[in-house]
């Protein structure tokens, strides 16, 4: 009896802890592949699915998704509610702008378009790095003081940045 005395209230204790809803991982996969533009296994999309394995706490939050390193290799994803937690999901064929051949040149002519809910404004620039489709490269505009961006090779000339 003693031994029951002393287990029942460890069951107890533990038992908050296996009824916390896990996160969707599925759902991970879905929002990583809308951020990277591509599904898992594609050139560009994730190397693989979330491990199934992995027991994270629901994220009561929007999952924050952003890019790890550089290289534009891997995508970290973090839910910012407590307890927190924070996930690196590695990219296919390395880089994504690796995939394909630069779209726009260091030092080319580019149009800036600025994007927001319902409007767009552009301006003539200069790309400072090279970048294939989808990349994020450094820009400026042509005005004399203009600020160093950061937008997202569209095509040939035409750089964007979408406004929230």
Do not use: H, N
Request: with cysteine; hydrophobic share 50%; charged share 15%.
């Amino acid at each position: 009896m003693t031994i029951r005395r002393i287990l029942a209230p460890v069951a107890l204790l533990a038992a908050p802890a296996a009824a916390q809803p896990l996160a969707d991982l599925a759902a991970i996969d879905r929002a990583v592949a809308a951020f990277v533009g591509a599904g898992a296994g594609s050139p560009g999309g994730a190397a693989m699915p979330v491990d199934r394995r992995l027991r994270l706490a629901a994220c009561g939050v929007p999952l924050a998704l952003g890019w790890y390193g550089t290289r534009q290799d891997m995508v970290e994803v973090r839910c910012a509610a407590a307890p927190g937690w924070r996930i690196y999901v590695p990219l296919a064929g390395g880089a994504r702008e690796a995939a394909s051949a630069p779209l726009v040149s260091r030092g080319d002519g580019v149009t800036i378009a600025v994007s927001g809910d319902g409007f767009t404004v552009s301006q003539s620039g200069e790309a400072l790095e090279s970048g294939a489709e989808g990349a994020w490269i450094k820009v400026r505009g042509t005005a004399p003081g203009a600020q160093v961006l950061r937008g997202r090779v569209l095509r040939p000339g035409l750089v964007g940045i979408d406004l929230p």
